[in-house]
């Protein structure tokens, strides 16, 4: 099961894996696929410490490393003499404790440290510093998760060779991505976990593919073989999965979250500004609703200016919740696609990949039946 | 190219066509795909001479007729002593004499016995009668597209011998129409032209196979051969189409919808409560965007009560957006999936057929090449 991507990028199946753990990454490094870890989460240092470990597992296996890079952020956040939790409003806040009250959560600080860290790191600044510690590691990768890949870098990728994907919710995204120096595409549907645009990866793939002239990976609706290989089928030369990885043995996801994710259906994903100011598909919780549909909310902030809020009221949720507390559990949501309907049991990473390279090659058998003419059922 | 379901419904190509225009079901049938007339804008006795114009074309070969069965509508629509029309407030009738107004829409009525009608039709007693006189003529397929069909119209189809279709957007809604009696289901994804849920098709489709025992077309984001092969892989026995006809020659689409139609984007389109009073997915235009944000919009009705206020106003704009008033033409809309994006050329509807075929045959051959091991590119 090999495409043209698979010869460039070293790996044996063309199957890309973005998780913020990095066991989840070294696994599917490690089984012919490619890890991608998400960088977002931690600081220049840990993700060295990250980095290094992933280095020590994979034995020069390729791997890669995503950062999150929007093209547009409240000027606030470029502003470093600023702290961003400064410049959140009062009634936000407020709102925030009033949630805190109403669903009983309690402890802690509703903002942290973390918190601001994460809303500095998705600015072009704080983008860049993850960059070249990521640069300073073997990586194959680099993705570029909101908004074109700023010039800088591009430019250190180009030095240390080392190629630049980003992910496209629509075909002008693409196109100007290219422009600005991407060497990969990933469309990424509606249907996806995280930040999402509005338009569904089948109508989406097929039309990045005839609009540019590097490869695109599909992203969006991904999680077992039959969808990898309708993806390819729309002329993907690969597949980028996120979701599936949450409910793997080596995920770090809290239990909790775990718990609700593999009991959610397809229908239980909202695409909200409440988490991070834009709009992602997370589930569905008490949190995404209050924020969304509540009279009293005042509506989530811009990008960065909701992450610090959002992230240090969702640490002290989840900490509450595995404590037990049940209005905790009730706010509790994690950015996940549609493809969460799909999954119901926990398997190591290794063994998705092993899964889904066999249900691959079980669909293109019977695809191959159907136009030799033969008569085959949906599992013929 | 055949699947079990070519060989059940004596057709060349698992492909269904639903139009609500007669040339393009006969064009379908005659290319070896399966037309489908959709009966909702038709009285019976038109619907009866459509049938009858349909059955002189296709010598035999098999069609099918689809109907709007709501699980669900306003209790007025119920009560054949009202008229529709008398059920919409004031208040409702006022914000299209105001669009009317702010658009410089000119001439003729705002609701019309037309309008009546069809609100009357997306009944299940109003249904009926299509029902009727659909199996009163040699059709291979009826089709219902909201709610699980009524018992009384499975039992008459059973008589006739005529299988039962229905379409649905969650496993949950597939399962209680096969328990209604459905002999075929298509699971519709979001990204669909008209009624739809939230689902994407690629996550929706390889659900639903595993759900039901009866076999399943996939709808939604199928315009191109790329795609049907999508749907196949996932599990689908065969796509069912909808927007790609829009522009087709034989369409009758109206020129300025045709125009907006070959312009619009995949982005262009919005899920909206506007038209029928429940979502359904329609090009974008200042009719949904008044309807669903304009500050002073007393919001959508309830289907059916809806349809006769957007019907008989959205007639009415379009005849004077043929007359050239740039303000009908803003308003204009009509049913469309997001893949009105790749919607950019007038083609006879059987040249759309032959296309597909020929599009899915090579991405099958594509993907031949790759599970046997060679490189090949998205388009090798």
Known sequence: MRTAICDRFGIDLPLFAFSHCRDVVAAVTNAGGFGVLGAVAYSPEQLDAELTWIDGQVGGRPYGVDVLVPGRTDASAADRGVRLLDAVPERHRDFVAHLFAKYGVGGGEAV????????RRVTPEGAAGLVDVALEHPIGLIASALGPPPPEMVSRARQAGVPVAALVGTVEHARRQVAAGADLIVAQGSEAGGHTG????????????????VPVLAAGGIADGRQAAAALALGAEGVWCGSVWLTTQEAETPPVVKEKLLAAGSADTVRSRSRTGKPARQLRSAWTEEWDNAPESPGPLPMP????????????IGRAAERGDPGARELATYFVGQ?????DQVKPARQVVYDMA???AAAVERLQAVTSGASGGPHG
């Open 112 to 119: 942290s440290a973390f918190a601001e860290g994460v809303g």
């Open 198 to 213: 509005e338009i569904s990866t089948m109508v989406l793939v097929p039309q990045v593919v005839d609009a540019v002239d």
């Open 305 to 316: 200016l909701q992450m610090p809020l959002s992230e240090g009221a969702l640490a002290r």
């Open 339 to 343: 493809v969460v309907g799909q999954l």
């Open 358 to 360: 066999g249900q691959l």
